[in-house]
């Protein structure tokens, strides 16, 4: 059984900040290919980032040059780091290795952005 436990979300306006974390009980963590989720309301899941285990990054065009995403393995946890918030940002956001879907999904972390 893998629990991934999100955090970090909240309320805050556009042009804000907000970091997410995950930490997911997986034994070998540090070689897991993990991504972050974005699920507006009322749309489907989709990829913002993912980080392989030695650190490289993909993002979704969406969030180029606004989100970073960052591990500590140590800590087996994944960050996402979200600068300038736009509207369309509001959402649950949803940690799990990418290639999972045998895995259920955790609660995720609600990200609100007010204008």
């Known amino acids: 059984q893998v629990d991934l436990v999100e955090s970090g979300g909240g309320l805050v306006q556009a042009g804000g900040s907000l970091t997410l974390s995950c930490t997911a009980s997986?034994?070998?963590?540090?070689?897991?290919?993990m991504g972050w989720y974005h699920q507006a309301p009322g749309s489907q899941r989709e990829t913002v980032a993912s980080?392989?285990?030695?650190?490289?990054?993909n993002y979704a065009d969406s969030v180029k040059g606004r989100f970073t995403i960052s591990r500590n393995n140590e800590k087996k946890t994944v960050y996402l780091q979200m600068n300038n918030l736009k509207l369309e940002d509001t959402g649950t956001y949803y940690c799990k290795p990418v290639g999972s879907s045998h895995l259920n999904w955790g609660q995720g972390t609600q990200v609100t952005v007010s204008s």
């Open positions: 997986i034994t070998g963590f540090r070689y897991t290919f």
């Open positions: 980080i392989t285990g030695i650190g490289s990054t």
